[in-house]
Nanobody, 121 residues
Framework: QVQLVESGGGLVQPGGSLRLSCAAF????????MGWFRRPPGKEREFVAG????????YYAPSVEGRFTISRDNAENMVYLQMNSLKPEDTGVYYC??????????????WGQGTQVTVSS
């Protein structure tokens, strides 16, 4: 299984930007489509963005399309999420995880601690 460590969250004002990073540990990282998911306060975890194993295909939740960009560096076992034009509704704990389309591939990893993103004035 792949192990994951997220970082880069913080407090930002509406309209601001953050870049999240995810370090993956495991020899099979480059074989997986990877995704970012988030858990808003009091809500279920939801899909945010995904990227296939060779980075040729990216896909996004409608709520973040045009504002967020997912990328990966297989040589460094890293996944990134550039978040621009942040809104209060983007607040939540963000996780990276192997993905099957918009769903987490639960057999391939264990959830990390996530990184908290708070968008507030």
């Amino acid at each position: 299984q792949v192990q994951l460590v997220e970082s880069g969250g913080g407090l930002v004002q509406p309209g601001g930007s953050l870049r999240l990073s995810c370090a993956a540990f495991g020899r099979t990282f480059s074989n997986h489509t990877m995704g970012w998911f988030r858990r808003p306060p009091g809500k279920e975890r939801e899909f945010v963005a995904g990227i296939n194993r060779n980075a040729y295909i990216t896909y996004y939740a409608p709520s973040v399309e045009g504002r967020f960009t997912i990328s990966r560096d297989n040589a460094e076992n890293m996944v990134y999420l550039q978040m621009n034009s942040l809104k209060p509704e983007d607040t939540g704990v963000y996780y990276c995880f192997p993905a099957l389309g918009p769903l987490p591939a639960l057999d391939h990893a264990s959830w990390g601690q996530g990184t908290q993103v708070t968008v507030s004035s």
